[in-house]
Every structure is written in C-alpha cells, then in structure tokens.
C-alpha cells in the first residue's frame, strides 16, 4: 500500500473518531421524578425516567436479594406523604426518598458511561421534631468505567423546626471528569464514632434535580482516534524522509 493510500485511511479514521465524540450530546440530563407518579418501592424494584435506568436496594443486612420496603416518589405538596418521619422541606415537586435503610443505583438505559454534575438532597428525618441539627450524610458510590470505586459524602444539613432543607451538592467538584457505569446512592447516620449503616432503618434521604452528563465517548473511541493520529504521523514523517533523501 502507497503512502497516499495509508494517509488516507489513518485520516479517515481520525474522521470517525471524531464524528463519534462529537456526536455525544454535550447537554446535561437533569433526573427531576417530575414525570413519574407517587410510588413505593420494595428492594429489587427498577424505573425509568429519562435514559436512566433506577434499581432500589433494601438494607445491607438484607443481603442483595432483600425485598423489604426501601424508597419511594413522594409530591412535596403532598400534605399526607409524611405521617410519621418529617419529609424535608422547601420542595414542592417530586422527589426520590430512600427509606429504612435502603438505597438506590443509577446507570443508563443503554448502559453508556456517564459523569456527575450535581444533586439536591436532604435528610428525611425517621420522626419528627428532632433537635435542629446535622443527622448524617448523603454517600455517592460510583463504579468506574474500569470497574474500580470513588466514594464521596456530604453532611446533611441541620434541621430547621424539625424538618432538613434541601441542599445542592456539586458531584463534579468531587468526581471531576470520571466516567462511571453506575452510581448507588445511600446514606448513614452519626452513632458518636462514625456515620453507620444499616443504622436501625434511621438512616434515610431524599434527592432531586439529578445532573448527569452523557454518554462519554467510549475508550475504544479514543483509541481510533489515536492510533489514527498515530499513523499519520507516521506516513507524514516517511514522506518527509523520502524527501530528504532525494
């Protein structure tokens, strides 16, 4: 094969390369619950909203095939939606609540690789009335591309009359560009040594306004790039010696 014809490939695959990462939407996907309708779910109940796929884990001592009572979508201007624990305040849409325990893991539908912008959270108080101060934290436990694991927490913010206000956190401050395959969300409550759970189903959240930003371009997309980059370099640099030489 002549030189022209190796320029000519390498270059096209630079081409493809490209068309493919630009073809990523650069938009970020905002996870509001606004679309879903009041639910509970037990452990091992899924939903959908948007391209995101939601799996809801019951506690960790219920092992992964546990099946007890653990989040839920409520309406914040449900007056009913709390009986007993004091829902957090300040939100009058939908909302994801993790309850007794429980947690929740994100991926996408179409299982692409997807990075974090941010979150509102808050406490769901087990009952109300509480003293008006921090209770635990949120946990974000992502699951890299590669398959290893980033953590990071956020304190819950102190109790106003007994009920949490909803915070913004910004996952990207924390996580950067990191690509993740999934992502579970879940909480812990301060015991004087630590942040437990399982911590006797006290230990409970709520979330919305989920940023996501997807899809990422996958590795192999990368590596066309280049190795496409790559040989021509390499033919550029043989055209030149030929030159040279002459």
């Known amino acids: 094969m002549n030189d022209f014809m190796q320029l000519k490939q390498a270059g096209a695959a630079v081409l493809g390369a490209l068309a493919l990462m630009s073809a990523a939407p650069a938009m970020a996907d905002t996870i509001d619950f606004d679309s879903l309708d009041s639910n509970t779910y037990n452990g091992l109940d899924t939903f959908d909203t948007g391209a995101y796929h939601f799996a809801v884990i019951d506690t960790p001592t219920?092992?992964?095939?546990?099946?007890?009572?653990a989040g839920a979508i409520g309406n914040g201007?449900?007056?009913y939606?709390?009986?007993?624990?004091?829902?957090?305040s300040g939100n009058t849409s939908m909302y994801y609540l993790g309850?007794?325990?429980g947690s929740v893991n994100i991926s996408r539908g179409d299982s692409k690789a997807f990075t974090?912008?941010?979150?509102?959270?808050?406490?769901?108080?087990?009952?109300?009335?509480?003293?008006?101060?921090?209770?635990?934290?949120l946990t974000?436990?992502?699951?890299?591309?590669?398959?290893?694991?980033v953590t990071y927490s956020f304190d819950f913010p102190a109790l106003v009359g007994g009920n949490s206000p909803f915070?913004?956190?910004?996952?990207?401050?924390?996580?950067?560009?990191?690509?993740f395959s999934s992502v579970t969300i879940s909480s812990c409550v301060f015991d004087g040594s630590g942040c437990i759970n399982p911590a006797d189903n006290q230990a409970q959240f709520a979330i919305d306004n989920l940023t996501l930003l997807a899809p990422v371009p996958e590795p192999e997309t990368y590596a066309m790039l280049g190795l496409g980059l790559a040989a021509i370099s390499l033919v550029s640099r043989r055209r030149a010696n030929k030159t040279n030489n002459v």
Do not use: E, H, R, W
């Open 62 to 69: 219920a092992g992964p095939n546990g099946t007890g009572f």
């Open 77 to 79: 201007n449900d007056p």
């Open 81 to 88: 939606l709390c009986a007993i624990a004091a829902c957090p």
């Open 99 to 101: 309850v007794n325990d």
């Open 116 to 137: 974090l912008g941010a979150i509102d959270y808050a406490f769901l108080a087990p009952v109300g009335s509480l003293p008006g101060y921090s209770y635990g934290q």
């Open 140 to 149: 974000v436990t992502g699951i890299t591309s590669g398959g290893g694991k």
């Open 167 to 179: 915070l913004t956190a910004s996952l990207a401050s924390k996580f950067g560009g990191t690509a």
